[in-house]
C-alpha cells in the first residue's frame, strides 16, 4: 500500500488536478440540466458554484512559481565555495 501512495507523492499537482477533472465531470450533468422545480434548479445552481470553485482553484494552480530544487541550490553552492 504504501508503494502506491508514494507513486502520488511525486507528481501531487497532477493528481490533485486529475481530482478536479474527476469533479468536472460528475458535476457538470447537474449543471446543466433542464428540471424546473425547486431542487433542480437549487441543484443547478449549486453545481455552478463548485465548478466556479474549481476554476479558481485551477487558476491559483496554473500561477504557482515553479518548484525549485534543493538539490541544484546545494550543488551550486558547493561548486562556488570551491571556485571561491
Known sequence: ???RLSRFRAYP???FG???VLLVGKLAPYATGR???KRARMRRWLARKA????????WFV???PPARR???VRR???AVGRAG
Open 51 to 58: 465548478l466556479d470553485g474549481i476554476e479558481a482553484i485551477g
Open 18 to 20: 486529475l481530482l478536479l
Open 13 to 15: 499537482l497532477g493528481t
Open 76 to 78: 551550486l553552492k558547493a
Open 70 to 72: 534543493k538539490v541544484r
Open 62 to 64: 496554473d500561477r504557482l
Open 35 to 37: 428540471g424546473r422545480s
Open 1 to 3: 500500500m504504501a508503494t
